[in-house]
């Protein structure tokens, strides 16, 4: 199975009960266009729905964990909630050393290791149980983490282009042309611009952050925030 597959397919779902892991070995870049059904797995404390073809829907258990291994990172078409970001753990592997030599035969001498590898399992299981089943996030994977969500979040590094935004108590601007200063930063950094709805819905429930206050009435009669201005080019004619 594939993550990407997990979201998209109602069927997809039922091959996973009674599985402890799900291994994507070649994570789909595409972003998901949706994340309910991973988010629902992942903290699944109650049963979910299952679907077979052909079947009647059933109530069932899923405890599946998703090991997923490629290039990059799993993003989200339209999630960029905290939900999202904080049910997954990034971890980096080493750089290739331009000197190793490929081993063919690793896969057998993997097998014959598998004592010792179910020794590593146990130990592990041992250390999560007791730690309440919180696993240990190293400092690497939470840096991986807050780079994956600046990386996939161009708004907020909108917000800290001072060519194209500044922050001051005194100020103010519309809505209209803060949209068209986000805009142009994105022409600018080879980015692609979210919709209007969504760059406001992000302007209000990010208020409090950066200073702003909604108002209806920027400059008499225009909906936009104070504490706010753009670049005199952005608010021309």
């Given at each position: 199975?594939?993550?990407?597959?997990?979201?998209?397919?109602?069927?997809?779902s039922?091959?996973?009960?009674?599985?402890?892991?799900?291994?994507?070995?070649?994570?789909?870049?595409?972003?998901?266009?949706?994340?309910?059904?991973?988010?629902?797995?992942?903290?699944?404390?109650?049963?979910?729905?299952i679907?077979?073809?052909?079947?009647?829907?059933v109530?069932g258990?899923?405890?599946?964990?998703?090991?997923?291994?490629?290039?990059?990172n799993l993003?989200?078409?339209?999630?960029?909630?905290?939900?999202?970001?904080?049910?997954?753990?990034?971890?980096?592997?080493k750089?290739?050393?331009?000197?190793?030599?490929?081993?063919?035969?690793?896969?057998?001498?993997?097998?014959?290791?598998?004592?010792?590898?179910?020794?590593?399992?146990?130990?592990?299981?041992?250390?999560?149980?007791a730690?309440?089943?919180?696993?240990?996030?190293?400092?690497?994977?939470?840096?991986?983490?807050?780079?994956?969500?600046?990386?996939?979040?161009?708004?907020?590094?909108?917000?800290?282009?001072t060519?194209?935004?500044?922050?001051?108590?005194?100020?103010?601007?519309?809505?209209?042309?803060?949209y068209?200063?986000?805009t142009?930063?994105?022409?600018?950094?080879?980015e692609?611009?979210?919709?209007?709805?969504?760059?406001?819905?992000?302007?209000?429930?990010?208020?409090?952050?950066?200073?702003?206050?909604?108002?209806?009435?920027?400059?008499?009669?225009?909906r936009?925030?104070?504490?706010v201005c753009?670049?005199?080019?952005?608010?021309?004619?």
């Amino acid at each position: 199975e594939s993550i990407l597959r997990i979201e998209t397919n109602r069927f997809a779902s039922a091959n996973l009960e009674y599985k402890l892991v799900m291994v994507d070995d070649d994570l789909n870049m595409v972003a998901l266009p949706e994340t309910r059904n991973i988010k629902s797995i992942v903290t699944a404390e109650d049963r979910l729905c299952i679907e077979r073809k052909n079947k009647q829907a059933v109530q069932g258990l899923l405890y599946v964990r998703f090991i997923c291994f490629g290039n990059g990172n799993l993003v989200a078409a339209h999630d960029d909630s905290d939900g999202f970001w904080r049910r997954q753990i990034l971890i980096t592997v080493k750089d290739r050393d331009p000197a190793r030599v490929d081993n063919p035969f690793l896969i057998e001498e993997l097998s014959e290791e598998r004592p010792g590898i179910l020794l590593w399992m146990l130990e592990g299981l041992h250390r999560l149980l007791a730690n309440r089943y919180q696993f240990t996030i190293s400092e690497r994977s939470i840096q991986n983490l807050e780079a994956a969500m600046a990386d996939s979040d161009n708004l907020t590094q909108f917000m800290q282009a001072t060519a194209y935004v500044r922050f001051k108590p005194d100020t103010e601007e519309r809505s209209t042309y803060l949209y068209r200063a986000y805009t142009k930063w994105c022409e600018d950094n080879l980015e692609s611009p979210v919709p209007q709805k969504k760059f406001s819905q992000f302007l209000l429930k990010n208020a409090g952050k950066y200073g702003l206050t909604f108002s209806k009435h920027i400059e008499g009669k225009y909906r936009g925030f104070r504490g706010v201005c753009v670049h005199p080019a952005f608010a021309a004619a």
